[in-house]
């Protein structure tokens, strides 16, 4: 964790931003598939695992904005595949110039009833914990209250969130376009957010999942995106379709906020690290004529 002059933790949303204006908008998610360890010429196993996701922070550390490695492709090898994310989350903190490191977003879309949170946010975000990340994704549909543990120990720990909100999949809309006294439940997460990040800079910690993919969905369920004041974590682009024209028209004046997230479609390119650069260097370009013009 970067510490300030006043020896406090910058927070995640002014080191997200710092990272984003650095290397351009776009995290690389890290998603073993078998598929992909096949094509790598790796076995689907726990050496395999180990394997595949140290290239790709060899070959991409300190060069993205972020890398967002799937708990359940580490989860699924059982223990000890939970010990290589755990090896995959010092990496990518070791990485970079001057050891600045690069930005880890565990993808384990925790949620809980409260008690039980709070030992997810001991496991994801308690300083110390080696499988805490700089920032977590979580599951608000048990009430948005539920994940208080995770906002205190994420703002103790200068760590993010990132709250589902208008996720990537076309089930989604049946729960988060759902409308209570005419509010969508994604409108409603999305207001929650943005009384804690509320007058944070240059943002908040609080982010907000809205897929790349979702089309019109922030306009039909009355989303506001800029008043969350959070970074927005846009998975879809690549292998699910989104590209250059639906980042650019689906975040209206929130665009500056928006952290736009790859994994197969970056991933498909290697095992050649030149080659997995190159993919990440052109996805982070769309990005960037999309979000920052
Ligand atoms: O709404 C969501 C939330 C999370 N994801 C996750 O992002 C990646 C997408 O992988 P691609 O290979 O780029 O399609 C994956 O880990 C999902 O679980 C999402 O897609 N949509």
Redesign the pocket.
Known sequence: MTATPGGGVTPFGARLAAAMDEHGPLCV?I?PHASLLHAWGLSDDVAGLREFSLRVVDALGGKVAAF?P?AAFFERHGSRGLGVLEEVIAAARATGSGGSGTLTIV?AKRGDIGSTMGAYAEAFLADGSPLAGDAL?VSPYLGFGSLDPAVELATATGRGLFV?CL???KEGFEVQHAQTDGTSVAALMAAHAAVLNAGAEPMGSVGL?V?ATIGDAVAATGTDLVAVNGPLLA??????GAGERELATTFGGARKNVLA?????VLAAGPDPEALVSAARAAAQEATKALRN
């Open positions: 998610g998603d967002k799937q993808d994704t589902l996720t990537s999949n999942v897929g998975p879809g682009v690549g292998a699910q997230s790859s994994s197969r479609g």
